[in-house]
Structures are given as structure tokens and as C-alpha cells.
């Protein structure tokens, strides 16, 4: 078997976890303090993450969509491709080095979409887009961490408390989509996103798509 390549590390700002990249062949791995954060393979769910969003506002002209946490890219190009030529998509994320990966190693895994004209890459922290953001965008898309259980830094947990969804919920358009990916169910978030205000859908997609894979959780969060 190929081994794997250690290509570059990076500390995540306001946390003392350090996150690697590795290359085996055509196949990346993000690892955050030795465990595996993501790899290219398994992508099923964060493209449905985009789908299940994108569907749902499928009829606004010129939609305006905010994708939180950039990782290798899946979720913002799974987006592009059901976008119009109008749409706006901004990405945020926190750690810098993450976009350079994807422009310099990842990006080739998915046609290279912070090459496209419609994306803006703000390299900032979601949460400080949220609360300085009102009735600004379509959807909201937050794969952050591992979901509301989280693994990386403990300063994301703030995005899946009650200050953290009226937040989203502020920054969202009437009738805008939540939508939010996690590593799995949390009856305690559902609970949350109902008090807060939205309709809520909660759906388990594979991790692989079609191909299987472990189950995850798509929280699907409208803005009545």
C-alpha cells in the first residue's frame, strides 16, 4: 500500500490543536491532533448538505449563500453546481492555512470552486459573520468541527447554542434555510432549532452517498 505523505501542519487560531495534511496517491487526509478530521473519499454527506439546502431555495433569483467551514471544498462546489450565474456564495474559514490547501492541493478534487466568480473567501470565523449579519442570505451552511459535538476547538460549540442559532436565524432571509451537517444525531440541537423558531427536518445520508459508508446527520432548519 502507497503510505501516506505528510504535507504540511497548522495550528488552529485560538486553540492549541494542530491540524495536518497528508496525500496518499490522489487521496487527502486532514487529521486534527493524529485523528482524522476528513478525507477526500468520504464526501457523501457534505455534497447532500449542499443539495438538501440548494433544493430548498431553488426559486430565489439571485440567492445569496454563506457556507461555514471551507475543508477540502466539497460542500461550496456542490453548491456552484446548483447555482445560477446570479448567486453569491461566501465562504468562511477560520484557519488560513485551510484555503491555501485548497488552492494549492485540493483543489483539483473539485474543479477548483474558490476559482469561481461567484465565491468570496472570508478567512474569519462564522460565528463573527453570523452576529454582524441581518436577513443577509438564502441559506446558511455550517459543517464546522464535528457538528455540535465537537472535536477541533471548543470555541465553535458556540454556534449550536440558543445564542447561536437566533443568531443564524437573524442572519438568515425569511424563509431562508439552515442547514447543518454533524457527525451524528443530538436530539438536545433539534430541541434548540425548534425553540429558536424554525421548521426543522432532520435527515441521516451516508458518508459515502450512494456507496454507504457510516451514517450521518443533515439538520434542514427554515426560517418561518
Same mark, same amino acid.
Given at each position: 500500500?502507497?503510505? #501516506?505523505?505528510?504535507?504540511?501542519?497548522t495550528l488552529v487560531p485560538g486553540d492549541s490543536a494542530e491540524l495536518c495534511l497528508y496525500a496518499r496517491?490522489?487521496?487527502?487526509?486532514?487529521?486534527?491532533?493524529?485523528?482524522?478530521?476528513?478525507?477526500?473519499? %468520504? +464526501?457523501?454527506?457534505?455534497d447532500a448538505l449542499a443539495e438538501f439546502a440548494c433544493a430548498r431555495i431553488g426559486n430565489r433569483q439571485?440567492?445569496?449563500?454563506?457556507?461555514?467551514?471551507?475543508?477540502?471544498?466539497?460542500?461550496?462546489?456542490?453548491?456552484?453546481?446548483?447555482?445560477d450565474a446570479e448567486s453569491r456564495v461566501v465562504v468562511a474559514e477560520l484557519v488560513p492555512a485551510v484555503?491555501?490547501?485548497?488552492?494549492?492541493?485540493?483543489?483539483?478534487?473539485?474543479? +477548483?470552486?474558490?476559482?469561481?466568480?461567484? %465565491?468570496?473567501?472570508?478567512?474569519? &470565523?462564522?460565528?463573527?459573520?453570523?452576529?454582524?449579519? +441581518?436577513?443577509?442570505?438564502?441559506?446558511?451552511?455550517? &459543517?464546522?468541527?464535528?457538528?455540535?459535538?465537537?472535536?477541533?476547538?471548543?470555541?465553535?460549540? #458556540?454556534?449550536?447554542?440558543?445564542?447561536?442559532?437566533?443568531?443564524?436565524?437573524?442572519?438568515?432571509?425569511?424563509?431562508?434555510?439552515?442547514?447543518?451537517?454533524?457527525?451524528?444525531?443530538?436530539?438536545?440541537?433539534?430541541?434548540?432549532?425548534?425553540?429558536?423558531?424554525?421548521? %426543522?427536518?432532520?435527515?441521516?445520508? /451516508?458518508?459515502?452517498?450512494?456507496?454507504?459508508?457510516? /451514517? +450521518?446527520?443533515? #439538520?434542514?432548519?427554515? /426560517?418561518?
Amino acid at each position: 500500500m502507497i503510505p #501516506w505523505k505528510f504535507l504540511d501542519s497548522t495550528l488552529v487560531p485560538g486553540d492549541s490543536a494542530e491540524l495536518c495534511l497528508y496525500a496518499r496517491g490522489t487521496e487527502f487526509s486532514i487529521r486534527v491532533n493524529g485523528c482524522e478530521l476528513m478525507n477526500s473519499r %468520504v +464526501h457523501g454527506s457534505e455534497d447532500a448538505l449542499a443539495e438538501f439546502a440548494c433544493a430548498r431555495i431553488g426559486n430565489r433569483q439571485s440567492p445569496r449563500i454563506l457556507i461555514g467551514g471551507l475543508g477540502m471544498g466539497f460542500t461550496t462546489a456542490a453548491a456552484l453546481r446548483l447555482l445560477d450565474a446570479e448567486s453569491r456564495v461566501v465562504v468562511a474559514e477560520l484557519v488560513p492555512a485551510v484555503v491555501e490547501w485548497n488552492r494549492k492541493f485540493l483543489g483539483e478534487l473539485t474543479g +477548483h470552486p474558490l476559482q469561481d466568480p461567484r %465565491v468570496t473567501v472570508r478567512e474569519a &470565523d462564522v460565528a463573527l459573520v453570523l452576529k454582524t449579519e +441581518h436577513q443577509a442570505y438564502s441559506a446558511i451552511l455550517l &459543517d464546522v468541527d464535528n457538528g455540535p459535538e465537537g472535536l477541533t476547538r471548543k470555541g465553535n460549540d #458556540w454556534l449550536y447554542t440558543e445564542a447561536g442559532i437566533k443568531a443564524a436565524f437573524a442572519a438568515l432571509q425569511p424563509g431562508g434555510v439552515l442547514a447543518v451537517w454533524s457527525a451524528g444525531p443530538d436530539m438536545t440541537f433539534t430541541k434548540r432549532l425548534c425553540r429558536a423558531g424554525f421548521e %426543522v427536518e432532520e435527515v441521516s445520508v /451516508r458518508a459515502r452517498g450512494t456507496a454507504g459508508g457510516n /451514517r +450521518h446527520t443533515i #439538520w434542514i432548519a427554515t /426560517r418561518s
